[in-house]
Structures are given as C-alpha cells and as structure tokens.
C-alpha cells in the first residue's frame, strides 16, 4: 500500500562544467530520449563515467544501449545517491551526475543540469497492515515519536517501527521538506536503512 506525500521535480541529469561536454537528456510526457554526444579531438575515453541518484539510473540503464548502438563510447553506471552523483561530477571523477533533487545555490555556481522526469514520494506500509492512508498531521506525529503505536492510526495494537533513508539521499532530504522535521547529526548517520529513533534522532526544523 502506497501514500503518496509529494512530488519532486528535480529527477536530473548534472553536468560538469570544464569537464567531459556532453549534449543532456531529452524528454516528453511520456517518453525520455538519449541524445548525448561527446566531440573531441583527442582519443575517446575508456567509458563514459555516470553515478549518483538510484531514482534515475534505472532510466539510464534503459538508454545506455541505445546510446552505444550509435557509436557511443561503454558507460560506467553506479548508484551512490545523488549527493555521490553531485561530488563526483565536481571532482571529474564522473562525467554526469543523476540526482533527484534541486542543486544547491553553491553546486549551479560550477554544475549545469537539465531535469529530465517527476519523481514522487511515497509512504509504504507491509502489505498485511490494514492502514491505508496517512494525513500529514500524522506522519509528522510517527516520525516525531508521538505515535509509537498502529493502534493510534486505525490499525492493530503493535508496536510501529520507523525506517528511513540514510543521510545524503534525497528522498530523505524531500520527506524533512515535505513534512518540516530534521534528522539531527546528519554527518554521523550513514546506515542506508536504518530505524528512525523518536525524539532523539528526530526534531522539528525552523521555518
């Protein structure tokens, strides 16, 4: 069961500035096209180096065959997150970076980047949980540690247990946007599924 709490339109494609040129991805409603070129007047590189947002590289892998069948060079693709995609653009270890989330004002200073779909996200719950919707009023309560049970939202009296993304992705960075509460410490969080603890790990942002 899926709810739905907010739409990101920022699913893009980052490119590096004085690095490797490469022509963006196109789109349309319905369909996304390769149209990435490089020209150079030097030898090509081994592979065309593409990392970051897992949200887009299931798209990519769907292009790189159409892209290397005109002659395009192989690509290297890996995942990582679109933090990971936006560093390794800066440092020229990749020539684009996949991120699902708006560039920050300091990285469109050095990065250019052409959004390419809407990304959407959702709050899932186990499929045998008969709750099937939340209100934003109670998402903020579960994920702030006022609910600590499913019996406070309709559903059996069991324990709720909170997970999350890990810090540098952006579908956490979305949700704190989305619903206005910050995971403290972010430096110090790294366990990609980790449990979100109530009240210590969770506080509510400034506005």
Known sequence: M??????????????????RDALPLARSLTVVLFAMTAV???????ALDISGASTVQPV??????????QGGEPVK?????????????????SQIGMVSRELHADEKLTLKNTVIAMDALAIIVNKDNPVSSL????????????????????GPDLPLIRVSKE??????ELFEHYTGLLIPDRKKATNPRSVSK???SVQTSKP
């Open 167 to 172: 810090v540098g992705r952006s579908t956490l």
């Open 198 to 200: 109530p009240i210590s």
């Open 2 to 19: 899926r709810n739905g709490v907010g739409v990101d339109p920022w699913l893009q494609i980052t490119h590096g500035i004085g690095k």
């Open 77 to 93: 693709l890996s995942g990582g997150g679109s933090g990971a995609g936006v560093k390794n653009t800066l440092s020229g270890t």
């Open 60 to 69: 990519v892998e769907k292009l790189i065959p159409l892209f290397t069948a």
């Open 135 to 154: 209100t934003k009023a109670q998402l903020v309560d579960v994920y702030s540690g006022k609910i600590n049970n499913w019996q406070a939202l309709g």
């Open 40 to 46: 150079t007047l030097s030898p090509p590189l081994a």
